[in-house]
Structure formats: structure tokens, C-alpha cells
Nanobody
Framework: QVQVVESGGGLVQPGGSLRLSCAAS????????MGWYRQAPGKERELVAL???????NYADSVKGRFTISRDYAKNTVHLRMNSLKPEDTAVYYC?????????WGQGTQVTVSS
């Protein structure tokens, strides 16, 4: 069993910053990828950023230049630094972890960008 725990969401004004964190633990032999998705009310879940082991990092076009994903391979953690936040970034953000036993999701953390 794999556990995925997120933290760091909250309310921020437009132009502000937030940092999300995610830690994966449990029966993990190897990790293929870690990343973040988000889902706004009435919309489908979408990729925000994904880092693939030994390969590339992918960002949604809407967050390029504003968001930065970073990963600690030894600790199985991934972080998302979000700068210049906009109201349209408001969503529930989910950590996504792809390991040897399958794909796992966190419970989600709310990010609200509003004045």
C-alpha cells in the first residue's frame, strides 16, 4: 500500500505565491513519476506539472514560467512552487505518484486565488 499526503494549499491574493508539498510512503520499490494535477469546479482534472524519473518535466502551457516543480528522489517528495497566481488557478490540486505497484493520488488540497 502506498500513501500520498499533500500540504500547503490555502487562500492567496492575485499575484501571490504558494508552495505545495507531497510525500509518498509505503511499499515503494521504484518511482516512475511524480506530479500535480488540478480540478476546478465544473471542469475536468488537468495536468499541471509532472516530473518523470530520468527524463523530462512537463508543464501545462497555462502555468509555464510561473510554476516550478521540484522533486527529492531519496525522500519521495515533490513540491510545486506557484508564483504570480491568478484567479483562474483556483482549484483543488492533487498529487499524482506513479510507482511500481500502480498510480496513486493524494486527497487534494484547495488553492483559492482571490482578493
Amino acid at each position: 500500500q502506498v500513501q500520498v499526503v499533500e500540504s500547503g494549499g490555502g487562500l492567496v491574493q492575485p499575484g501571490g505565491s504558494l508552495r505545495l508539498s507531497c510525500a509518498a510512503s509505503g511499499s515503494i520499490v521504484w518511482t516512475n513519476a511524480m506530479g500535480w494535477y488540478r480540478q476546478a469546479p465544473g471542469k475536468e482534472r488537468e495536468l499541471v506539472a509532472l516530473t518523470i524519473s530520468g527524463s523530462s518535466t512537463n508543464y501545462a502551457d497555462s502555468v509555464k514560467g510561473r510554476f516550478t516543480i521540484s522533486r527529492d528522489y531519496a525522500k519521495n517528495t515533490v513540491h510545486l512552487r506557484m508564483n504570480s497566481l491568478k484567479p483562474e488557478d483556483t482549484a483543488v490540486y492533487y498529487c499524482n505518484v506513479r510507482v511500481d505497484s500502480g498510480i496513486y493520488w493524494g486527497q487534494g488540497t484547495q488553492v483559492t486565488v482571490s482578493s
